[in-house]
């Protein structure tokens, strides 16, 4: 009975499968060959700029901005920080620079405080609203720690294992969802299956999504000073559902040092936040009027922009109490303090010692070159000599947990007896 259960259900997703297939399949050859049909929402016609004199009869209306992970799911951990309050502050900080600038358009938040949002919910939020434009921020992470730049994803069927590897960690967190199975119909993001899903379901705005994301990082590259890893197709979750152009954006690497310090900071914060309304702005223009030319000349016309600053918190001003001349001083039978003698000095605690965890990659009775093989995808293994043995250990982390999110990746590099182990 349980098997014929699985196979039922197998089956009814094969024919979801089958079906959105042929129809998406069928709405392309229709788009193609008849060169009709806007996408929902109110997305543009390719010629609907030239049909009112070269005055656009679409505006950008309202953006959804998804700081990615949040809650009981922190993301990436970094030494300085961690993804969850690198991209709410980020997000948070793009908000203030297109109200400031585009009074008109709404600027609506998949959160906008530390707590722990279903990826279709954020889809959803977009989709509600009937919005414009879904811009998702993270941060990446990868075992080497000298890997760095910002990329940027929209949907689609991935074109490399690299790509593949970091949608099935952003999509991880599915398996955080109470509920998940019937959230997403049985959707495994491991899947064959899901691999084809994925790469349907935007098909009518992919081009606007490339678009968006070909801004982003060209700013990310000339405002933030990041280096530029491209655009890159992928199939996550938080985009997959989503009814209008959608980009995710990896601002930077957390295992990277560097990196991890410029997110953590305000004015690494700042400069990615402009980056990506700059990018914005440009698309905005480009959408507006069809033009990329008049797009880089908005660019170029309009002045530095800086967000308004937060609201300052109120002043607390200390009110001395005054006494009255005619007033008596009351005298009181408090004993005067006691002086501490080296009798009645107690000594402090000793602090308490932090733990903190290393993964260790291998032990070998002789010593191994840490620049060749396996070992030199991996940056500033430690070496100990204990016991007649050269022990080999990862990174270091203040909770085993971070260590053993890590651990599999290690594991993946070719050090399949790599373990955690507490640091002396």
């Given at each position: 009975?349980?098997?014929?259960?699985?196979h039922?259900?197998?089956?009814?997703?094969?024919?979801?499968?089958a079906?959105?297939?042929?129809?998406?399949g069928?709405?392309?050859?229709f788009?193609?060959?008849?060169?009709?049909?806007?996408?929902?929402?109110?997305?543009?016609?390719?010629?609907?700029?030239?049909q009112?004199?070269?005055?656009?009869?679409?505006?950008?209306?309202?953006v959804?901005?998804?700081?990615?992970?949040?809650?009981?799911?922190?993301?990436?951990?970094?030494?300085?920080?961690?993804?969850?309050?690198?991209t709410l502050?980020?997000?948070?900080?793009?908000g203030?620079?297109?109200?400031?600038?585009?009074?008109?358009?709404e600027?609506?938040?998949?959160?906008?405080?530390?707590?722990?949002?279903?990826?279709?919910?954020r889809?959803?939020?977009?989709?509600?609203?009937?919005?414009?434009?879904?811009?998702?921020?993270?941060c990446n992470?990868?075992?080497?720690?000298?890997?760095?730049?910002?990329?940027?994803?929209?949907?689609?069927?991935?074109?490399?294992?690299?790509?593949?590897?970091?949608?099935?960690?952003?999509?991880?967190?599915?398996y955080?969802e109470?509920?998940y199975?019937?959230?997403?119909?049985?959707?495994?993001?491991?899947?064959?299956?899901?691999?084809?899903?994925?790469?349907?379901?935007q098909?009518?705005?992919?081009e606007?999504?490339?678009?968006?994301a070909?801004?982003?990082?060209?700013?990310?590259?000339?405002t933030?000073?990041?280096?530029?890893?491209?655009?890159?197709?992928a199939?996550?979750?938080v985009?997959?559902?989503?009814a209008?152009?959608?980009?995710?954006?990896?601002?930077?690497?957390?295992?990277?040092?560097?990196?991890?310090?410029?997110?953590?900071s305000?004015?690494?914060?700042?400069?990615?936040?402009?980056?990506?309304?700059?990018?914005?702005?440009?698309?905005?223009v480009?959408?507006?009027?069809?033009?990329?030319?008049?797009a880089?000349?908005?660019?170029?016309?309009r002045?530095?922009?800086?967000?308004?600053?937060?609201?300052?918190?109120?002043?607390?001003?200390?009110?001395?109490?005054?006494?009255?001349?005619?007033?008596?001083p009351?005298k009181?039978?408090v004993?005067?303090p006691?002086?501490?003698?080296?009798e009645?000095?107690?000594?402090?605690?000793?602090?308490?010692?932090?733990?903190?965890?290393?993964?260790?990659?291998?032990?070998?009775?002789?010593?191994?070159?840490?620049?060749?093989?396996k070992?030199?995808?991996?940056?500033?293994v430690?070496?100990?000599?204990?016991?007649?043995?050269?022990?080999?250990f990862?990174?270091?982390?203040a909770?085993?947990?971070?260590?053993?999110?890590?651990?599999?990746?290690?594991?993946?590099?070719?050090?399949?007896?790599?373990?955690?182990?507490?640091?002396?």
């Amino acid at each position: 009975m349980f098997l014929g259960a699985n196979h039922t259900i197998l089956t009814l997703m094969r024919s979801k499968i089958a079906l959105r297939t042929l129809t998406c399949g069928i709405l392309w050859l229709f788009l193609h060959n008849f060169n009709v049909g806007a996408p929902l929402y109110g997305q543009p016609k390719p010629t609907e700029h030239a049909q009112s004199g070269g005055k656009s009869i679409y505006k950008i209306k309202k953006v959804v901005l998804d700081a990615g992970h949040g809650g009981k799911d922190p993301g990436c951990i970094g030494g300085h920080s961690k993804e969850k309050h690198n991209t709410l502050a980020i997000a948070l900080r793009v908000g203030q620079y297109i109200k400031a600038n585009f009074p008109e358009i709404e600027v609506i938040y998949t959160r906008d405080k530390d707590e722990f949002i279903e990826l279709n919910e954020r889809a959803a939020i977009a989709n509600r609203n009937k919005a414009d434009l879904f811009i998702s921020i993270h941060c990446n992470s990868i075992p080497s720690a000298t890997v760095e730049g910002s990329e940027t994803y929209v949907l689609g069927l991935h074109r490399a294992e690299d790509n593949l590897a970091v949608a099935k960690r952003e999509n991880a967190s599915i398996y955080l969802e109470e509920n998940y199975k019937q959230n997403y119909g049985g959707y495994d993001p491991a899947s064959p299956e899901a691999h084809i899903m994925s790469a349907m379901w935007q098909s009518a705005y992919l081009e606007q999504s490339i678009l968006f994301a070909s801004y982003i990082q060209q700013y990310a590259h000339a405002t933030a000073a990041r280096k530029d890893k491209g655009v890159r197709q992928a199939g996550f979750l938080v985009l997959r559902e989503t009814a209008m152009p959608a980009a995710l954006f990896e601002t930077g690497y957390l295992t990277n040092n560097k990196e991890d310090a410029f997110l953590a900071s305000d004015e690494g914060r700042d400069l990615m936040a402009r980056a990506i309304y700059e990018g914005f702005r440009d698309y905005k223009v480009h959408m507006e009027t069809g033009s990329e030319v008049l797009a880089k000349q908005e660019a170029r016309k309009r002045p530095t922009i800086v967000p308004p600053p937060p609201p300052a918190a109120p002043k607390v001003v200390a009110v001395k109490q005054q006494v009255p001349e005619t007033q008596t001083p009351v005298k009181t039978n408090v004993a005067p303090p006691v002086k501490n003698t080296p009798e009645s000095v107690k000594p402090a605690p000793p602090a308490p010692v932090k733990e903190h965890y290393k993964i260790l990659l291998m032990s070998w009775a002789s010593k191994v070159d840490r620049n060749t093989g396996k070992f030199a995808l991996l940056d500033k293994v430690e070496e100990v000599f204990a016991d007649g043995k050269y022990h080999y250990f990862y990174g270091d982390y203040a909770q085993r947990s971070e260590a053993e999110k890590i651990l599999p990746e290690i594991q993946n590099l070719g050090f399949k007896g790599a373990t955690v182990q507490k640091a002396k």
